[in-house]
């Protein structure tokens, strides 16, 4: 069984910064692209970041370009996303994604990722 755990949401004024970290553990874990989405309330979750396992090439959606950044250390199965000048719309349960190699569809939608994390909150007060 394959387990994402995220840490390091909380509480930041807007203008601030928060590092979210995402473990992976399993026997057998493997995975060719790992993610990041988010859900406010009341909204659908959306893709905020992307991240190719092998390659390291990254994709972020319009919305958090330039003020976050995800990076992963291979070596600790743990995905990172870094994110600054906070704005209180970045509000939301974060949650952390991984898709076994080989399935197919993008990279952007919820419904391409097979494993999820349980969430953590970031909230973003102005």
């Known amino acids: 069984q394959v387990q994402l755990v995220e840490s390091g949401g909380g509480l930041v004024q807007a203008g601030g910064s928060l590092r979210l970290s995402c473990a992976a553990s399993?026997?057998?874990?493997?995975?060719?692209?790992m993610g990041w989405f988010r859900q406010a309330p009341g909204k659908e979750r959306e893709f905020v970041s992307a991240?190719?396992?092998?390659?390291?090439?990254?994709y972020y959606a319009d919305s958090v370009k330039g003020r976050f950044t995800i990076s992963i250390n291979n070596a600790k199965n743990t995905v990172y996303l870094q994110m600054n000048s906070l704005k209180p719309e970045d509000t939301a349960v974060y949650y952390c994604?991984?898709?076994?190699?080989?399935?197919?569809?993008?990279?952007?939608?919820?419904?391409?990722?097979?494993?999820w994390g349980q969430g953590t909150q970031v909230t973003v007060s102005s």
């Open positions: 399993g026997r057998t874990f493997s995975s060719d692209t």
């Open positions: 991240i190719n396992t092998s390659g390291g090439n990254t």
């Open positions: 994604a991984a898709r076994i190699p080989g399935s197919s569809g993008s990279r952007y939608r919820v419904e391409t990722y097979d494993f």
